[in-house]
Structure formats: structure tokens, C-alpha cells
């Protein structure tokens, strides 16, 4: 019994998880298993590209949150001001400087930053782990982008000569792939596991010096180190000279690990049980006539019997289709798992896609999802369906967050805020 | 064979969307080269076998140890343990069980042979001598961790003495201790039949056999599939009638409930029915406790007590429901850890291959009990081989949370490992 | 221009046309062959994938029966490392009772088609998943085929015999000699569709072996053939529910074989007349219905994950064609000789048929050859194994073995079908290459659940990378047919795209290596799109959530949407933009 269950381990739920602790409230996480961060950049993406503009990316992405949600008025940004937009960025910055993954923005307050993309693409983020910001492409010093012969998630010339194509200085350079790992068999966080050793990564600082030409920046894959990160992106620097970025790439994403884990463990300390392997699969709810139902509890599959679940408050924030929040079958249906809450998917099959992969609309299918009120409770009209129902995070509708590089910004700002909501 | 079977565990490796966070989190994969992952042992090998293959193409998915940390942690639910599982049985079938893995698959038949005489049996077995033949001809590790039979007699014994002296009541429960209670810890019985009855429940004891899961782990499904089948001619008229069985390892509980029926396809009613009735002994408290029906007058503890919830606990996907009933307890200051795996595994740890991976999978968690500091006393985990790889990794004293709990009550004496009051 | 002469020209580098290039080269002819785009891009690239026994055809065409007994026997010594002996099940359902089982056998009988009823408890301890509630299960020596592969150790074996192979080269007419009375192909006019550049060839005589395409040809010849395309829709599942060739026992009908193959099981096909044979679209009523159907055979089937859909187009042959549901229009192959037709001489036609009697046809077709220019030389392609098969048949754990014994996981670019770095890069340097799509065919790059998600980037740079290190040279190493460097763990062909012109002087063909067209970014967008134009007809549940997870890595991770170089295509970008999502009309059908 809790005051508080939040559904979902990613970023949504565990910001929420944070802003309810802080005020209060006894607070329970269980998820099916890890989220989105463990396959993004683990940028803090707020607005990267309106849909009004896909081709160039937003400059100063609170500015254009207004014209957006003119645009879109169901946008979910559309239930918040820009001020508790603002203030849920400014709080997820000052707790990663408290669970030791520090994240910073450009160095003009206000900017999106543009960072190299594991393709050499300018992706813009507005929050990045203190590892990457040094790759912002608003900074005027060439770039040496250095990989690891035979590793198969970094290609450090396809990277140069993209960014060179569009303007930017750089060039590429490798090294020998046992500067990175003694190990035959390695995924990326292997490879950062591994640089955690003193002695793993006691000859890539000297062997980049060799590489660098005066007035360099030096980027590398994200697998500089895990629980000693900071240490070893500090040690590159001194013993360099130069600044140092991590590039990150395909899934497993090194810095989301680190900062999930330490979400997590700094959570656990203030008393949130988090436990993951638990698959939330019915909810028990009363619904007398006439006014909004309520949820009892919740029941999580187990080796046996199922597990009741019980809280006051009950927060979802599954994700959608991808994190799982969301499931479809062939003949068009698609269905929010837990709660059956109504989505504003189309229910034909033949309204979910574009032609191309690659479209700036976007596939409508990914942008339904949960229609919430402003105190982010899911709603049928006008009526919160439950009374101790809340939603929050990327399963959301009305709006596609990979295609407007939105998600971490809507997870943090939309579970802030229904955090807030669920407490006052 | 267990040709069948593909059916339930088999199709979740459809789930899988190749993300690769469970290798992320595995604890194996992080310290050898040996083993190449969940994803890759698991979801993505099985397309390439196939049932009656001439041989099995791969090898290495046996440094699986079975911790589940990947199930827990795979966003879309494929079981990969599982899969890994039976990916090991189908490699036993082909290839035949070595000595060393049938021995230490029979735990009750050693248990049983050494309860004979336990002083000689302790003696032959823990001397270096011995250990050292042992690791040459059997390939168990000579410093691994193996357990001592109990010298003052198995709990059965214990259990039959004190009959005359044992409640009766209306309520009654039905405990399976499984072997390592009846062999080697007899202790841990005790303390759960004292706490049952200071809750006002009667304690039944039938026969009962080895859950299987040795069995299950080496591969052994034929063998295992017959453990099971004894144990449910032998508990089901309490199933049936109503009674919940609990049990004090979450291994033996585990097995019951889920992994036999899961991994050997054993799906009948009575089968079910076990697994309905089938209790860990905290999940039990924990639900008691949720009705207000446990008893809270515990004294107060005053100790440091680093908490290791045992990795069976992540296949019950019950949460962690000793740490859940042992904050309860005054002046217990509960350090619970975080690390993945105590790396012993069941009996992964023996094998002399393997000796060193569970060392070192074992360190995160032996480095948590270090960082304790010095007012740590003994440690707490729920699953006996576990304890056994802390004492032997923490050099600290490991005790059951039945054990401090019935202290807690008063019933028992945590340094000499007995009840107060016989 | 470019002239380039030759005794044969054979137009299509599908199963017929390497056979036919084969089957000449091997009897002392000088071949060129010509293919508009990568080897296999026509039917032989999407079909079922089944090494017929002959079982399907015994009761309704006992001739054509016969034929793929002995072929299937042949194949299994010429091209062994193409096939997996996976044997093949007749079941009958309890819907497919009466006397057609008993009819299979004597068909079966008949023609000589090793044919054992097993019991049923015996297929299901082999096929635990297979349907209980069968009644009679019969035993063929059906088999699981790899046209990728056969195609290129085919065409490889036509090489080390002397023929030269040029893919993307598109015939864009014929050269025509003579009068009204004694008009003749003379050869064709070629088109290298990736640097435009035009080349004449000048044969002794032509073989349009274009499949479905045969009609278009002979067109330019002024000749009508008519090919009425049927097409046929196949769906392949996540990963093998039966690991034997599983046919329903009764007369042939939509959705009745599962074949495995690879680490998929294909169900198949539907059989739809089209008006083209390219692009062609597949409907929810063909996808429902196969899977439908295959749940028939397997229950549980049509809830398992899906992983793509294609489909593929027969070029059925009449020659008096009136009208006619696809499956009852001959099967048999047709071969033309234009000069008794219609009087055009130096022009054979050769289609229909199928993937098994491939070798079959291109002997009857080279005989006829042999016949024109005025020489007998016999035929030896039945007793002669192509590059590769001394490896034997390929088993479905082979890859992995191999990659667990040298410890290559860290290697692996698709982790999905277990593709090394190795594999990709020994592909790329000897087989012509423009899109990796191209690399798909020859080493299974992409084909797993995630469809390209994490291999498209891995490949992309790794060619790159290869491009830049000037490290992409032809490897000419196999020049002698030897085997040396590619296992049948790797799948993969020696080929390798050099021309000699009339000389002697051998330059390399190979189109991303001549053409300045190499555009990483082009290559990327490509893939994707293929990729995605399988997928969307399928895309729903996991395979949904999956594309999902493939839009964050190349959106939101490596924003390929905004790299540079948009304005580039190749030559079958627009091929890869044909639009395949479901139209509500077609949903509204099912
Ligand atoms: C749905 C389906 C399933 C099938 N399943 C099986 C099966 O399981 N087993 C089996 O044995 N058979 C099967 N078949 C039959 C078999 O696939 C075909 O018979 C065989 O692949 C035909 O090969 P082909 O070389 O004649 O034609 P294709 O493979 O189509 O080759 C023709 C080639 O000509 C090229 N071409 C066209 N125009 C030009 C031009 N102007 N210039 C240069 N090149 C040109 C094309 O690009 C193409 O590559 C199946 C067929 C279909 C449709
Ligand atoms: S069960 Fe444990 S050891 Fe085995 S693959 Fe999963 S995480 Fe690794
Ligand atoms: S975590 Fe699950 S979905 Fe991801 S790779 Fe592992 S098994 Fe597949």
C-alpha cells in the first residue's frame, strides 16, 4: 500500500516518481521492464523540429512551443505554460547534478544545441549529459572524431564527411581496438564497463594526444566509462588538453544506462521502491453512475496468484506503442493495455503510415495515444474516467515525439506536472 | 523429451525487439568474454535451433546462470532464462550429464546419503584432499562454497520429536522445507514452525520430495519431470483442500509454483492447482500482514542488516516481500542491496569453470556488505545457496529473514541458531 | 559505343537464365549475361523457397511431377549447399478427408516420388507444433532452397567456364537483321542503368529468359507472347514454427506449404492475375488468408510475430490464352523457338516453369541452341556440381556454430542472421553492389526481426569505411573457382563483375566501385525504404513496436532525416518507394 503507484520505470514515470516523493507522498514504481532511455541518445529533446517546419531544426525551442501548440491545440505541451515547462527542465537539471549524471544546455540559455549524430547529422537536444556538450556544433573548433578499428557501432569518417558536407569542421581518425577493450565479444556498455578500469584506458588519453592537431575537439563513441564517467571524461581532458565528446550511438545507449541507474538508485534512496519484472496486466476499478470511477488496485502477473497492487493515486505512464503502454493487432485495433483508457489512434489499418520511412508528417499511427485534462487525468469528454487516474509521458496523444524530437521534453514536463497535479 | 514445450516459453522470443538492454544488465556477460549475453544466447540463438537438430550449434549458452536479471529487466517479456534453459536441456540430451552435474542435480540424494553420518560425511567432503579430487575428477571447485550436513540430526527428525509439543490449532498451513532445511539447515524449519505458530497456525509437514530445480538448472528435464510429479500425488489433497503451502526457499517455492510446469510442460489441473497453492513463506507474511492478521510484537533488534533479495525472487515477480515485512522491525537498520546476483546461482558456482565468474559476478554484492562498515554482524537472504556464496565471499555470518524474524519475536537465538524455548 | 561480341546472349540472371549461361558456358559457348538489376531480382528472388519433391503435382500433373523428382535429385549433388534437406510432410486435415490422400500416394507411386505415410504420433514428436487433429501424414523428400545462393554459385560456375555476367545492364531493344523473310536478332542494345552508359552486343543467338518479363522482350522483336502474370503473395513468420516443409494434402490452393527456411517459415501463396509484374502490391485479404491458413496446420500460427510480406509474379504461359484462374494455367515450361513460331531466327524464349527444374530448362533451352548453330555438344550440367557444393547441404544452426567456435560476436554487423563484419565485407568486394539490398541477398543482411534496424547504419559505414580505406578492390582470389575463402556458413558467392572487351582487356564492373555514385547517405535511405516496403503490409503488434524502436534510432538518434545529399536516387529508389500500405478499401475487404 502506497499513497502513490506509478506505472512505468522511464523517464516520465520516474520524474514523476521524484516530484511526488519530494512532496510527500509514499511512492511505489513497478514496470514491466527498462524504458526508452536505455535506447536513446539520453539528450533531453524538447522541440527539435516543429511539424510546420521539418527541415530546419528549431532554434530556441521554448520560443516555438507557443506557435506549436497555435498550431495544435491538443498538443500535450498545450496543457502546461511554458513556465512549468521551464521549471520541470530546470528541476530534471539541478536532480542530475544531485544523482551525479550533471546535464547542462548551450551556452546561449535558451538554445538548442546541435550534436554530431552517429551518422554526422546536426541533431538538435536542448539538455545533454555534460559528456556530449562539448560536440555542440555552434562551437567554431574543429572536430576530430576518433573510433576504434573494428568497432561496429561508430563510424568515425562517415561522421566527418557528413558534417563536413554540411559546414562543419572535422576529420576522422582511428585507433586500435584493445585501446578500448582486451575483451574478443562487447556490446557498448561493455565497452564503457570496461573503460570503468584505470588500466583498461590508461594509454587512450596519450594515444589521442598523438592524433590531436592544436585547437582540436576531440569526439568518440559514448563508452567512456560508467560509474567512473566523470572521472574519465575529466582524466581524457587533462591528459589531451583538448575538449572532450561522447557521440552516442545504436541501443544500448551508454549514457542512458548511467542515467537510469542512477535515477534509480537515488530514488531507492528516498524510498522508492522501484521494482522491474512486473507486468501490471488489470486493474480493478468501481464506477458508480454518473460520476468518475476509481481505481482499487492493480494486479501484476507472478509466478502464481496475481499480485495485488494497491495505492491511493495510480500514475501511468507505459509509454506508448513502444514502451509498450499500447498493443495492436492486424485488424486495426489498438489498445491501451492496463485500463483500456480510449486512444485517439486511427482504428484502420489503412490511415497508419506514409509511404516513406522517412516522412515529416510522421506515421499517424505513432502520434495517438491517451487524451488527458489539464491535471493530466485521462479523460472521456470532459470527465476524468477514473478519479485516481493519472497519465503522463510518451503515451500521450496528439502529437508524434520522435518526429518532433519532443519526448524526453514531454516526459519530463507532462510527469512533473502530473505529479504536482496528483499531490495538490 | 520436452519437445512440447517450445510452445509456452518458446514463442516470447517473438517479443523480443533486439534492444539489447538485457545484456546490458547481465551480470554474467559483464565479467566474462565467455558469454556473449541474454539477446544473443537467447531471442536471437533460438532461430538457429531446431527441434531434433543433428547437433546444437552452440555451446556457450551454459555460462547462462539462470538469475533472470535479463527477464527482469527486457522491456517486451521475452522469457530468456528460460529459453536458456532449455537450450542447456537440449545440449544435455544430445550430449549426455556429466558426473559432477548429476551430483550436484540430486541435492536430496546427497543430502540424504551424508545425513547418515554427517560428521564423517562433513569431514570427507570439506577436507582439501577430497576437494581437490573433487575439482580434478568432477570439476567442482575445490573453494566453492558447499554446504555442511547437519550434525544435529535433519528437521524431519526434529520435527517427528516434537510433535507432542507442536499447536494445534484451526488454521493450519502445510510448510515445505525442501532439502536444504532437511539436510543442512535444519535450523531454518525451526524458525519458520516457530513463527507460523506464534501466528496462531498449525504447521503440517507430509512428504514431500526435492523440488527438481537442481535438476532443471543441469539440464536434467526427464529426471526432473518425475520430482515434480511425486511432489504433486504427494501435496495435492492439501491443495485441494484449501491449504496453503509455504514454503522457506524461494528456489524449492519457485519450482513449484512455476518453473517445473513452465519448463517441462506439465500443465494439467493438479499441476495448476500446486501452483495456486504454493506460498514463500514472505509472500505468505506479507499477505497476512495486508489482511492485519501478523502478529507485530517484535522486540527491538538494534543491528545493521544489508539485505540481499535472491534472485528467485525476480521469477516470483512478488517484489521483495522480506524486505516488505522486516522493515516492520524495530531497530533494524535494513541496508538493502542493489546488486544483481550473489553469483553462486544454485549450483552454477560449483562448477570449476564457473567458480571464478561467480566470484566476480558475486563482487558487486560482497563490495555492498563491505561498504556497510564495521557495526555489520551477519547479513540476510532468503535462498540457502546464496547465504552460503555471502559467508563464503563476506566472510560474515548469513542468516535466513525467518531466522530474524522469529528472533525479532524472541523465539530465537541468531548466534547459536536455535529456539529459545524448546 | 561499347560493342561487346558474343555466341550467346542470355537475357535475365534469375534461376533460368544462370542456368542457361551455365549449361552453354559449360558446353564451350562464349555467354554474356545480362541482368537490369542485381542477380535474382525477378521471381527467383521472391519465391516459396521450396525444393519441390514433386508431392504437389503428383495427382494433377504427373509429368510435371516426374520432372521435379529427378531435378530435386540432381540439385541436391550440383547445388547442395543451397538446399537444407528438410524433408516435407503431405498432412490431412480433417477438412481434407476423401480420397485425394489416397490418390497422393498412388500419384506419388506413379511417378517415382519416395513417398512414406508416417504415423501421426511419429510427425508430431518430430512437428510438436503441428495441427493434432491430422489423420494421415505422408513423407516426401521435399526440400528448403536458397535461389540467393544458387543463383551466384550458378552464375559462378558460368564464369570459371568463361561466360561473363554483367548485372545492371538492362536490354533496352533488340538489334534486328534481315528482311521480312529472314528477320534475326543479331543481339541486344544495352543500358548500364547506373552510369547511363549504352553497349551493343552482338550474338549468334539470344535466350530471353526474362520471366514475367519474357513478353516485353520478345516484343521488341516484334513477336507477341503472352505471359499472363500471376502473382503470388507469401508471408514469412519471426522465426521456424516447423522445421520440415509441411503441405496440406489435397489439391493445390492458396496458403497451403509452410516452407522453412533460414530462420523464418514462409507460408504461401496466394496466385492473383496482374496486369504487370512489377511493382505488386499485397493485400490484407492475402495476408489474413495466409495466415489463416497456416493456423490450420499449426495452430498458434496466425498469433505468432510477423516479420514481412512479399510477393512474387509466375509467368504463366498459354500460348492460346483465353482467360483462367492463375493455378490452372499451365506450369509447364515453354519453350519458344521464334524461328518455327514466327520465323525470326537467333531468338529463343524460355519461362514459366519452376525454381526446381531451373536446370532442366536451361538444358532443353541450350540443346536447342547446340541445334541452331549447327553443333552437338552434350549436355553436363546434371553431373557437374557449381562452386560451393562440395560443402554439402546448409543446416539452420550452422552460423551460429561458426561464430560461437571463433568467438565473432563482437564481429557481428546484423545480429538478427548472424552477419560478420567479414561476411559483409568479402560480399561487397566480390559481388556487384549498389544498394544493400544487394548485400541482403548475398549474405541475409537485414532479413531478421528488426528488419534492418540495427544493420543498415553498420553496413552503411562499414562500406564506407571500406571506400575510404580504397580496401574495396575486386578479389579475384577465387579466379579458379576456388572455394577457399567462402564457407556455406557465410552464404555467400564468389562472384565478381569483370568484363572483358574485345581485346582481352578486363576492366571491373562493378557499379559502386566505377560509378562516382557510392552516397552513404543514398545507400541508408535506400535500405530504410526497402525495408519499410515489406514491412507495412504486416505492421502491427510486436513487428509494430519494433518499427518503432527503428524510427527512434534513425530519427531520433541519427536524424538521417537530415543528412545531406537528399536530392540523390539510384535506380531502384523509386522501386523501393512503391507505395504498399493497405488502402481502405482492401481493409474494408477482409
Ligand atoms: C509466388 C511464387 C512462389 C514460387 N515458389 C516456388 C517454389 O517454392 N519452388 C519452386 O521450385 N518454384 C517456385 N516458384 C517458381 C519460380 O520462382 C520461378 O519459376 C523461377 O524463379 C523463375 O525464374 P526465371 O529466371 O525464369 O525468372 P526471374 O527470376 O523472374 O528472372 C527474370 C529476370 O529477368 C530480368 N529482366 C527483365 N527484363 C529485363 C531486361 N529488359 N533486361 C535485362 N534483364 C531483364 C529480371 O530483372 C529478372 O531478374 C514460385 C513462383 C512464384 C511466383
Ligand atoms: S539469466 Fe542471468 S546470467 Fe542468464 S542470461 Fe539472464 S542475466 Fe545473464
Ligand atoms: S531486453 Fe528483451 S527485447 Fe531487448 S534484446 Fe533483450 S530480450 Fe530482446
Given at each position: 500500500m502506497s499513497d502513490l503507484l506509478v506505472i512505468g520505470a522511464g523517464l516520465s514515470g520516474l520524474m514523476a516518481a521524484y516530484t511526488a516523493v519530494k512532496a510527500g507522498l509514499s511512492v511505489n514504481v513497478v514496470a514491466k521492464g527498462l524504458g526508452s532511455m536505455h535506447w536513446s541518445a539520453a539528450t533531453i529533446d524538447v522541440l527539435g523540429y516543429s511539424p510546420a517546419q521539418p527541415e530546419t531544426a528549431v532554434k530556441r525551442p521554448l520560443e516555438q512551443i507557443p506557435a506549436l501548440i497555435k498550431a495544435n491545440p491538443q498538443h500535450p505541451y498545450a496543457l502546461l505554460t511554458n513556465e512549468h515547462i521551464a521549471q520541470a527542465l530546470a528541476a530534471f537539471v539541478a536532480l542530475s547534478k544531485d544523482v551525479g549524471v550533471p546535464y547542462g544546455g548551450a551556452a546561449n540559455p535558451g538554445d538548442n544545441l546541435l550534436l554530431p549524430s552517429p551518422a554526422g547529422a546536426a541533431r538538435p537536444a536542448y539538455l545533454a549529459p555534460k559528456g556530449q556538450l562539448a560536440g555542440d556544433l555552434s562551437r567554431s573548433e574543429p572536430m576530430l572524431i576518433v573510433g576504434f578499428e573494428g568497432l561496429r557501432d561508430f563510424f568515425p569518417e562517415l561522421i566527418a564527411e557528413n558534417l563536413n558536407k554540411l559546414g562543419y569542421s572535422a576529420r576522422a581518425a582511428f585507433l586500435p581496438l584493445k585501446l578500448a577493450t582486451n575483451r574478443r565479444d562487447f556490446t557498448n556498455v561493455q565497452l564503457a564497463q570496461g573503460m570503468d578500469s584505470k588500466e583498461q584506458r590508461a594509454l587512450l588519453g596519450p594515444a589521442l594526444k598523438k592524433l590531436l592537431r592544436p585547437g582540436e575537439r576531440i569526439g568518440l563513441p559514448a563508452i567512456l566509462g560508467i560509474k567512473a564517467h566523470a572521472t574519465v571524461l575529466a582524466e581524457l581532458e587533462r591528459e589531451t588538453g583538448a575538449p572532450v565528446f561522447e557521440i552516442p550511438t545504436l541501443p544500448p545507449s551508454v549514457p542512458g544506462v548511467r542515467l537510469y541507474t542512477a535515477l534509480r538508485s537515488y530514488l531507492q534512496n528516498l524510498g522508492v521502491n522501484l521494482t522491474a519484472g512486473m507486468e501490471v496486466i488489470h486493474a480493478s476499478a468501481v464506477a458508480p453512475n454518473g460520476t468518475p470511477g476509481s481505481i482499487q488496485w492493480v494486479e501484476s502477473a507472478t509466478s502464481s496468484r496475481p499480485l495485488k497492487l494497491l495505492a491511493d493515486k495510480f500514475l501511468l505512464a507505459t509509454g506508448g506503442i513502444l514502451g509498450g503502454g499500447f498493443n495492436s493487432e492486424m485488424n486495426g485495433r489498438v489498445w491501451?493495455?492496463?485500463?483500456?483508457l480510449p486512444l485517439t489512434v486511427p482504428q484502420n489499418r489503412a490511415d497508419w503510415f506514409q509511404v516513406r520511412f522517412i516522412s515529416p508528417e510522421g506515421h499517424p499511427v505513432f502520434s495517438g495515444g491517451v487524451t488527458v485534462n489539464k491535471a493530466f487525468q485521462p479523460t472521456?469528454?470532459?470527465?476524468?474516467?477514473?478519479?485516481n487516474l493519472w497519465a503522463a509521458g510518451n503515451l500521450l496523444g496528439h502529437c508524434d515525439t520522435i518526429q518532433e524530437r519532443s519526448m524526453e521534453g514531454i516526459a519530463i514536463a507532462t510527469g512533473v506536472a502530473a505529479a504536482q497535479a496528483l499531490s495538490s | 523429451m520436452f519437445t512440447e514445450s517450445w510452445h509456452s516459453v518458446g514463442p516470447t522470443l517473438d517479443e523480443c525487439i533486439k534492444c539489447n538492454i538485457c545484456t546490458s544488465y547481465c551480470p554474467v556477460s559483464a565479467v566474462t568474454d565467455l558469454f556473449p549475453g541474454p539477446k544473443y544466447v537467447g531471442p536471437q540463438a533460438q532461430r538457429f535451433r531446431e527441434n531434433g537438430q543433428p547437433q546444437s550449434p552452440d555451446h556457450s549458452v551454459d555460462y547462462c546462470s539462470g538469475c533472470r536479471v535479463c527477464n527482469e529487466v527486457c522491456p517486451t517479456g521475452v522469457k530468456i532464462a528460460e529459453i536458456n534453459a532449455r537450450a542447456r536441456a537440449q545440449i544435455v540430451a544430445e550430449e549426455g550429464i556429466p558426473l559432477r552435474n548429476r551430483l550436484l542435480g540430486r541435492n536430496e540424494t546427497l543430502g540424504k546419503v551424508g545425513s547418515v553420518a554427517p560428521a564423517l560425511a562433513n569431514f570427507s567432503l570439506h577436507n582439501s584432499f577430497s576437494r581437490v579430487m573433487a575439482e580434478k575428477v568432477m570439476g567442482i571447485a575445490r573453494e566453492a562454497p558447499l554446504p555442511h550436513w547437519s550434525t544435529t540430526g535433519t528437521f524431519g527428525d526434529w520435527f517427528k520429536k516434537t510433535q507432542s509439543v507442536r499447536l494445534k490449532s484451526d488454521k493450519k498451513v502445510v510448510y515445505y522445507h525442501g532439502c536444504a532445511t532437511m539436510y543442512y539447515e535444519p535450523f531454518v524449519g525451526k524458525a519458520a514452525v516457530a513463527v507460523f505458530e506464534h501466528n496462531g497456525y498449525e504447521v503440517l509437514v507430509p512428504p514431500q520430495n526435492c523440488c527438481g530445480l537442481p535438476l532443471l538448472s543441469n539440464g536434467e528435464f526427464g529426471a526432473a519431470e518425475g520430482y515434480h510429479q511425486n511432489n504433486i500425488n504427494k501435496l495435492l489433497v492439501y491443495a485441494q483442500a484449501g491449504l496453503d503451502i509455504v514454503g522457506t526457499s524461494t528456489s524449492c517455492t519457485l519450482t513449484l509454483k512455476e518453473e517445473a510446469p513452465e519448463l517441462l510442460d506439465m500443465h494439467s489441473e493438479n499441476v495448476h492447482a500446486i501452483t495456486m497453492a504454493t506460498w514463500d513463506i514472505f509472500e505468505w507474511l506479507r499477505e497476512r500482514h495486508g489482511l492485519g492478521?501478523?502478529?507485530?510484537d517484535f522486540s527491538e533488534m538494534n543491528m545493521v542488516l544489508p539485505y540481499h533479495a535472491p534472485c528467485q525472487y525476480r521469477a516470483h515477480r512478488i517484489g521483495k516481500p522480506a524486505r516488505d515485512i522486516l522493515v516492520l522491525i524495530p531497530g533494524i537498520d535494513l541496508r538493502e542491496s542493489q546488486a544483481r546476483c550473489c553469483g553462486i546461482a544454485g549450483t552454477y558456482g560449483y562448477k570449476k569453470e564457473k567458480y571464478q565468474i561467480a566470484m566476480d559476478v558475486g563482487a558487486e554484492l560482497f563490495n555492498f556488505v563491505a561498504d556497510q562498515g564495521e557495526a555489520v554482524e551477519m547479513t540476510a537472504c532468503d535462498s540457502e545457496t546464496c547465504r552460503w556464496q555471502l559467508e563464503h565471499g563476506t566472510d560474515l555470518p548469513s542468516r535466513h529473514p525467518i531466522e530474524i524474524l522469529a528472533a525479532a519475536y524472541g523465539l530465537y537465538d541468531l548466534d547459536k541458531r536455535d529456539l529459545v524455548n524448546r | 559505343m561499347h560493342k561487346l561480341e558474343t555466341e550467346v546472349l542470355v537475357i535475365g540472371g534469375g534461376a533460368t537464365g544462370t542456368g542457361v549461361a551455365w549449361d552453354a558456358s559449360l558446353r564451350g559457348f562464349k555467354v554474356i549475361l545480362v541482368e537490369r538489376r542485381d542477380l535474382t531480382h525477378g521471381t527467383s528472388g521472391r519465391y516459396h523457397g521450396l525444393l519441390h519433391s514433386g508431392g504437389r503435382y503428383a495427382v494433377k500433373d504427373p509429368h510435371g511431377a516426374a520432372e521435379c523428382i529427378a531435378e530435386n535429385q540432381i540439385l541436391r549433388v550440383t547445388h547442395a549447399h543451397c538446399i537444407e534437406d528438410t524433408s516435407g510432410f503431405f498432412v490431412v486435415l480433417p477438412e481434407d478427408e476423401g480420397d485425394y490422400p489416397d490418390k497422393f500416394k498412388a500419384g506419388c507411386d506413379a511417378v517415382g516420388i519416395p513417398c512414406t505415410e508416417i504415423s501421426v504420433a511419429e510427425a508430431l514428436r518430430r512437428e510438436p507444433l503441428l495441427n493434432p487433429r491430422i489423420s494421415r501424414v505422408f513423407e516426401v523428400p521435399d526440400g528448403s532452397s536458397d535461389s540467393f545462393l544458387a543463383a551466384h554459385a550458378t552464375a559462378q560456375a558460368a564464369r570459371n567456364a568463361g561466360a561473363q555476367i554483367l548485372t545492371y545492364?538492362?536490354?533496352?531493344n533488340l538489334i534486328m537483321t534481315g528482311g521480312e523473310s529472314d528477320r534475326r536478332v543479331a543481339g541486344a542494345m544495352i543500358r548500364n542503368v547506373v552510369t547511363g552508359e549504352e553497349m551493343e552486343i552482338h550474338a549468334d543467338i539470344t535466350v530471353n529468359a526474362a520471366g514475367a518479363w519474357t513478353g516485353k522482350l520478345a516484343a521488341m522483336a516484334g513477336i507477341q507472347v503472352t505471359i499472363m502474370p500471376s502473382k503470388g503473395t507469401m508471408v514469412a513468420m519471426n522465426h521456424r514454427l516447423v522445421n520440415t516443409v509441411v503441405n496440406r494434402c489435397k489439391m493445390p490452393s492458396d496458403g497451403d506449404i509452410i516452407v522453412p527456411s533460414h530462420t523464418v517459415c514462409v507460408i504461401g501463396t496466394t496466385s492473383v492475375n496482374v496486369p504487370e509484374p512489377e511493382p505488386l502490391r499485397i493485400e490484407p485479404w492475402e495476408v489474413n488468408k495466409m495466415l489463416e491458413e497456416g493456423d490450420k496446420m499449426v495452430p498458434g500460427f496466425a498469433q505468432a510475430r510477423v516479420l514481412r510480406a512479399w510477393a512474387g509474379v509466375r509467368p504463366l504461359f498459354q500460348d492460346t490464352y483465353t482467360s483462367g484462374k492463375g493455378r490452372d494455367v499451365t506450369r509447364k515450361l515453354a519453350l519458344l523457338d521464334h524461328q518455327e513460331r514466327e520465323g525470326v531466327g537467333g531468338f529463343l524464349t524460355i519461362t514459366g516453369g519452376k525454381w526446381t527444374t531451373f536446370r532442366l530448362m536451361a538444358e532443353a533451352t541450350v540443346d536447342d541452341v547446340c541445334r541452331h548453330l549447327g553443333t552437338e555438344r552434350p549436355c553436363t550440367t546434371a553431373t557437374t556440381p557449381v562452386?560451393?557444393?562440395?560443402?554439402?547441404n546448409y543446416w539452420l544452426g550452422h552460423r551460429l556454430h561458426d561464430i560461437e567456435e571463433q568467438h565473432l560476436q563482437g564481429q557481428l554487423v546484423c545480429e538478427c542472421e548472424l552477419v560478420t563484419r567479414t561476411m559483409v565485407e568479402n560480399a561487397a568486394r566480390r559481388n556487384p553492389l549498389l544498394t544493400l539490398d544487394d548485400l541482403r541477398r548475398d549474405v541475409r543482411l537485414g532479413k531478421g526481426p528488426c528488419q534492418g534496424g540495427f544493420c543498415t547504419y553498420r553496413g552503411v559505414g562499414i562500406l564506407h569505411e571500406m571506400k575510404k580505406a580504397g580496401s574495396w578492390e575486386v578479389d579475384m582470389s577465387d579466379e579458379a573457382g576456388s572455394t577457399a575463402k567462402w564457407d556455406v556458413a557465410y552464404l555467400q558467392s564468389p562472384g565478381h563483375n569483370l568484363v572483358s572487351d574485345a581485346d582481352g582487356h578486363q576492366s571491373n564492373q562493378h557499379p559502386a566501385n566505377t560509378a562516382d555514385s557510392f552516397n552513404p547517405n543514398l545507400l541508408l535511405r535506400d535500405f530504410l525504404q526497402e525495408r519499410w516496403k515489406g514491412v507495412t503490409p504486416i505492421l502491427w503488434g510486436r513487428q509494430l513496436k519494433q518499427e518503432r524502436l527503428d524510427e527512434l534510432i534513425y530519427m531520433s538518434v541519427m536524424n538521417v532525416d537530415h543528412l545531406p545529399d537528399k536530392e540523390l536516387a539510384s535506380p531502384v529508389t523509386d522501386f523501393y518507394r512503391f507505395d504498399t500500405r493497405p488502402t481502405v478499401e482492401e481493409v474494408a475487404d477482409v
Open positions: 491501451e493495455t492496463i485500463f483500456d472521456a469528454g470532459e470527465q476524468p474516467i477514473y478519479g | 492478521e501478523l502478529k507485530t | 545492364h538492362e536490354v533496352t562452386p560451393g557444393a562440395e560443402q554439402g
